[in-house]
Nanobody, 126 residues
Framework: QVQLVETGGGLVQTGGSLRLSCGAS????????MGWFRQAPGKEREFVSA????????YYADSAKGRFTISRDNAKNTMYLQMNSLKPEDTAVYYC???????????????????WGQGTQVTVSS
C-alpha cells in the first residue's frame, strides 16, 4: 500500500543542476523519516541525504555537502533533492526511501528504511 515515486532525473552536463522529487502515498508522511540513496553501475548502494519527519534535521554524505539540499513538504507528501554543481561521479540511479520515525536509529543506513521507490536515473556527462 505504500508507494514512493521518484521523478526529475535526466541527462545533464557537468556543472548542471537537477531537482528530484519523491511523492509518497499510503502512509502518514509526517511520521516518516525520508532519505535519498544512489547506486552506480557496479557499485554498492550509498547514502546521499536524509531528513527527519518534521524537517527539523538534515543529513548529508560528504560527497553531497555544499552541493545538494534536501527538503520536504508534508502538506504535499513530497520530498525533494536539489542537486547543483553536478559531477560525473554523481551518475547513478537515485532512490527515495521512507522509514518510521519510531523504529529508526540511523538514517544513513539503507536497511533502516521500510519502503523504497523504483528509482530515477541521473546521468552527468563529461
Amino acid at each position: 500500500q505504500v508507494q514512493l515515486v521518484e521523478t526529475g532525473g535526466g541527462l545533464v552536463q557537468t556543472g548542471g543542476s537537477l531537482r528530484l522529487s519523491c511523492g509518497a502515498s499510503g502512509l502518514t508522511f509526517a511520521s516518516y523519516n525520508m532519505g535519498w540513496f544512489r547506486q552506480a553501475p557496479g557499485k554498492e548502494r550509498e547514502f546521499v541525504s536524509a531528513i527527519t519527519w518534521s524537517g527539523g534535521s538534515t543529513y548529508y554524505a560528504d560527497s553531497a555537502k555544499g552541493r545538494f539540499t534536501i527538503s520536504r513538504d508534508n502538506a504535499k507528501n513530497t520530498m525533494y533533492l536539489q542537486m547543483n554543481s553536478l559531477k560525473p561521479e554523481d551518475t547513478a540511479v537515485y532512490y527515495c526511501a521512507a522509514g518510521n520515525r519510531w523504529t529508526m536509529t540511523r538514517l544513513a543506513l539503507w536497511n533502516q528504511y521500510d519502503s523504497w521507490g523504483q528509482g530515477t536515473q541521473v546521468t552527468v556527462s563529461s
